[in-house]
Structure formats: structure tokens, C-alpha cells
């Protein structure tokens, strides 16, 4: 069993900047895609970034081009997601996901097989 734990969260003023990190254990973990989600109140799961096995291709989300970056640790467990210029749209409770089905990322949130609790990330005006 996979499990997934997100950390980093915080409340931050537009502009600024957070890191969220996300620790997966129980599998073979650096054969996977790992994916970064988001979801504001009233709206629904959202797609921000992923990144496939050993960090060789990443996709990300229209808003979050350029301003959000992915990475991965070299032992494939541990990805973090580091965003820059922040605003307040970005507010959310952002979530990791572990797809265990393939080595390239994808945006389809009914993909991912694991998922984290959430960490919440509110960016103030």
C-alpha cells in the first residue's frame, strides 16, 4: 500500500512564495508519475503539475506555467512543488498523487491511485 503525506502549506501575501513537499513510501515508487493537485471551496479537483519517473518529463498546468515548478528527488520518493508569485486564486488545499500505471505524467486526475490528505495553501491580498 502507497501512502502519501504533503507537507509545506501555510498562509503567505500575494507575491510570495511556498514549497510544498511530498513523501511517498510502500512501493517501487520511482517507476511512477507523481502529480499535483488543487481544490478551492465550491470547485472541483484540479490538475497543477506532474512529473514523470527520474524527472525527465514534466507537464504542467496553464497557471502554473512559469510561476510553479516540479521536481523530484533522485530516489524517486519524494517530489516537491516549489511556487513562485503567488496570488490569490492559487488559494487551495493542494494535494499529491502517486500513478502507479505509468513512467510519463498526465493531467487526468481519475488516473492517480494514491492520494495524499491535502495541505492547505491560502494567499492573502
Known amino acids: 500500500q502507497v501512502q502519501v503525506v504533503e507537507s509545506g502549506g501555510g498562509l503567505v501575501q500575494a507575491g510570495g512564495s511556498l514549497r510544498l513537499s511530498c513523501a511517498a513510501s510502500?512501493?517501487?515508487?520511482?517507476?511512477?508519475?507523481m502529480g499535483w493537485f488543487r481544490q478551492a471551496p465550491g470547485k472541483e479537483r484540479e490538475f497543477v503539475a506532474a512529473i514523470g519517473w527520474r524527472g525527465g518529463s514534466i507537464m504542467y498546468a496553464d497557471s502554473a506555467q512559469g510561476r510553479f515548478t516540479i521536481s523530484r528527488d533522485n530516489a524517486g520518493n519524494t517530489v516537491f512543488l516549489q511556487m513562485n508569485s503567488l496570488k490569490p486564486e492559487d488559494t487551495a488545499v493542494y494535494y499529491c498523487?502517486?500513478?502507479?500505471?505509468?513512467?510519463?505524467?498526465?493531467?487526468?486526475?481519475?488516473?492517480?491511485?494514491?492520494w495524499g490528505q491535502g495541505t492547505q495553501v491560502t494567499v492573502s491580498s
Open positions: 498523487a502517486v500513478d502507479v500505471d505509468t513512467l510519463w505524467p498526465n493531467s487526468e486526475k481519475y488516473r492517480y491511485d494514491y
Open positions: 510502500g512501493g517501487a515508487l520511482a517507476y511512477t508519475t
